[in-house]
């Protein structure tokens, strides 16, 4: 069974950094890309970055473009999301993500099948 544990959420004040981290029990981790989404109260779940199964290639909104980077370490089975100068409109559920058939559509969408983690609280008080 695959399984995607997030940890490293917290609060933090404006300006301040955090990382989160996904450990992934994917057989086949670096045969996967892997992604980061989020999610406000009263809000739909949003795309924040991907990266792809290399590290090679990577995509961000362009509401954290600059200020997050999204890595990973296939010896590790382990992608991380680095979250620097941090706003109060970042505070969310995120959620970490891998695409069940590997690669992630040009939307960058992702769907009810694909794998999920349960989630890490990140709140950035102002």
């Known amino acids: 069974q695959v399984q995607l544990v997030e940890s490293g959420g917290g609060l933090v004040q404006a300006g301040g950094s955090l990382r989160l981290s996904c450990a992934a029990s994917l057989h086949t981790f670096s045969s996967y890309a892997m992604g980061w989404f989020r999610q406000a109260p009263g809000k739909e779940r949003e795309f924040v970055a991907a990266?792809?199964?290399?590290?090679?290639?990577?995509f961000y909104a362009d509401s954290v473009k600059g200020r997050f980077t999204i890595s990973r370490d296939n010896a590790k089975n382990t992608a991380y999301l680095q979250m620097n100068s941090l706003k109060p409109e970042d505070t969310a559920v995120y959620y970490c993500?891998?695409?069940?058939?590997?690669?992630?559509?040009?939307?960058?969408?992702?769907?009810?099948?694909?794998?999920w983690g349960q989630g890490t609280q990140v709140t950035v008080s102002s």
């Open positions: 993500h891998a695409p069940r058939g590997g690669n992630y559509p040009p939307s960058l969408s992702g769907g009810r099948d694909d794998y």
């Open positions: 990266i792809n199964w290399s590290g090679g290639t990577t």
